[in-house]
């Protein structure tokens, strides 16, 4: 893994067992301190892992239902534990509405973990989200790889990029 600057993790997966093995090694770090909520922009275009890495993240916290992206209801519950962590896909929102009705904003304003695909939609709809703790940004190579860029954008999205820096190895 190399990193361009303190905020800024990079790290290549080869398929979609390297996501979700990602996933699953990213929990403890993720868990460690969630006294407060953590939000998670999953940036990619269709098809370049963003569900399979919240299932990883899922699997990686003893869930073993199925996971899917919630491109119709907008958000998923998964209650583990006495941990929360909220799947959300804007794809489809259009309508800022719909983000006030549903209450979204105090969900992420709990302590939970919030995983949110598709953020830039939501914000093209003028929904207030918060601010991302960590943006993964996933896309595809030419060699059928998937490249996964971590931009921290507060104190707990560094500390989360500096752990994995300093613990995650790939094959693990």
Request: neutral net charge.
């Amino acid at each position: 893994m190399s990193a361009q600057t303190p905020e800024n993790t990079h790290i290549n997966l080869v398929g979609e067992a390297a996501t979700l093995a990602f996933g699953a090694a990213f929990v403890p770090i993720l868990t460690r301190t969630l006294d407060e909520s953590r939000v998670i922009f999953l940036r990619g275009d269709l098809g370049a892992g963003k569900t399979t890495l919240v299932r990883g993240i899922l699997r990686g916290l003893g869930f073993q239902g199925r996971v899917k992206s919630p491109t119709y209801t907008l958000v998923e519950l998964y209650a583990i534990s006495r941990l929360n962590l909220y799947h959300f896909d804007f794809y489809r929102l259009t309508d800022p509405n719909e983000w006030h009705e549903a209450g979204f904003r105090d969900l992420m304003n709990q302590p939970a973990i919030c995983l949110i695909e598709w953020p830039e939609k939501a914000l093209g709809a003028n929904v207030p989200l918060p601010i991302a703790d960590l943006e993964i940004q996933l896309s595809t190579t030419p060699d059928n790889q998937r490249r996964l860029t971590m931009i921290a954008n507060t104190t707990a999205g560094t500390a989360m990029c500096d752990a994995l820096r300093r613990e995650f190895r790939p094959g693990r």
